[in-house]
Each structure stands twice: as C-alpha cells, then as structure tokens.
T-cell receptor, first 111, second 116 residues
C-alpha cells in the first residue's frame, strides 16, 4: 500500500498547548498535503509541501517534511477549541494523478 | 465563488435500488475525484475524471459502480443494485489540474448514503 499513516490515531490536549501529528509514507512522493475534517463536513486543505521543501508555515500551522525518513509532521501551536477535528495527510506520487489519504489523527482540544 | 456542491446531502435507498450522487466542481475546475469514507476511517480513492474522460478508476469496484463527468453538467457517481455494504459517506473533490501537479483539492460536504 502507498498509503500514508498518521500517528497518533487520537490526541487529546489542553487548550493553549501545542499539538503534533506525524505522517509516514512508503515510496517517493511529488508532494504531501495536510487536510482537516470537522465532524460531518468535507475536508479542508491546510498546507501543501513539495518534495524539495523541508518546512512550511501558515498561521499557527507548521509542516515539516523529511524525505530521507519518508515522514512529515504537522504542528499546531497555541491550540484552540475550534482546532478539534480529524487531520489527514495525503501523498501524491510522481507518476500518479491521484492522492492517497492516511487514516487520520483525531484531535480533541479540552477547554 | 461557490465551492464544490454535492447533492443530495443524505440519501436513503433500499437494497437493490439505484443511487445517484451528484457533484458540481468549483468554477474553473476540470478535474473531479470521488472518495468513499466509512466512520472513523480515512478517505478511499474511487475514481478521477476530467471532462468527458475517466483518467483513473482503479479504486472503483468493477461491478455496480460507474462515474461520469459530461461536458455539461455535474459529475455523477452511480451505484446500481445497492447493498448494505455501500452505506458510507461519498465525497467529491475538484482541482484545477491533476494533484500530482502540486494543486490542492477542494472538497464538498459529501453525500451520506444509507441502505435499508
């Protein structure tokens, strides 16, 4: 399977703390994307990082990519209740037109 | 600028009936993807289409399932002779080019299909 795998499967933290989620994949990629899904809704694109990039920022989000370890991490700083959602990584492979989603990390922010 | 529109949001069918799920991509997007999601799981790729063409249907069951994206109108995912195992949320996404080309996908809010 070429699917990315997120770790942990579930994460519960206190509001204001930082949340870190990891994604590992198996073969070389063209890009890796992170998405958020609120309960009952569709996915929302957060960040896309290309294979030649190592780090990207967007507001309170920081994504790193280590192609030698075939892994990526998503850091959410100063978490808020509204960050409660499932987070998915998705990988796009050089020769493919589709992206493959991992099984997700369910993040809960405690008030 | 309207996002990806899926309808219906909820669809109930009895075993053996047909289910038709519709997806209107974002304006200017010519690439459409269909995914299936079971509760507490990730999205499973089903099919990727461009206008009037199926590009990749490797994730779609060979029987009972079909998809189209005509020159005019929405993309349609059709499931014939539905069975209980078809119950799931079906999501559509669109992009300006194939996602291997470094473009994000924009998702609709899905159709939740329930089979009685």
């Amino acid at each position: 399977s070429q699917q990315g795998e997120e770790d942990p499967q579930a994460l519960s933290i206190q509001e204001g703390e930082n949340a870190t989620m990891n994604c590992s994949y198996k073969t070389s990629i063209n890009n890796l994307q992170w998405y958020r899904q609120n309960s009952g809704r569709g996915l929302v694109h957060l960040i896309l990082i290309r294979s030649n990039e190592r780090e990207k920022h967007s507001g309170r989000l920081r994504v790193t990519l280590d192609t030698s370890k075939k892994s990526s991490s998503l850091l959410i700083t100063a978490s808020r209740a509204a960050d409660t959602a499932s987070y998915f990584c998705a990988t796009a492979y050089s020769s493919a037109s589709k992206i493959i989603f991992g099984s997700g990390t369910r993040l809960s922010i405690r008030p | 600028n309207a996002g990806v529109m899926q309808n219906p949001r909820h669809l109930v069918r009895r075993r053996g009936q047909e289910a038709r799920l519709r997806c209107s991509p974002m304006k200017g997007h010519s690439h459409v993807y269909w995914y299936r999601q079971l509760p507490e799981e990730g999205l499973k790729f089903m099919v990727y289409l461009q206008k009037e063409n199926i590009i990749d249907e490797s994730g779609m069951p060979k029987e009972r399932f079909s998809a189209e994206f005509p020159k005019e109108g929405p993309s349609i995912l059709r499931i014939q002779q539905v069975v209980r195992g078809d119950s799931a949320a079906y999501f559509c996404a669109s992009s300006t080019q194939g996602t291997g080309g470094n473009q994000p996908q924009h998702f609709g809010d899905g159709t939740r299909l329930s089979i009685l």
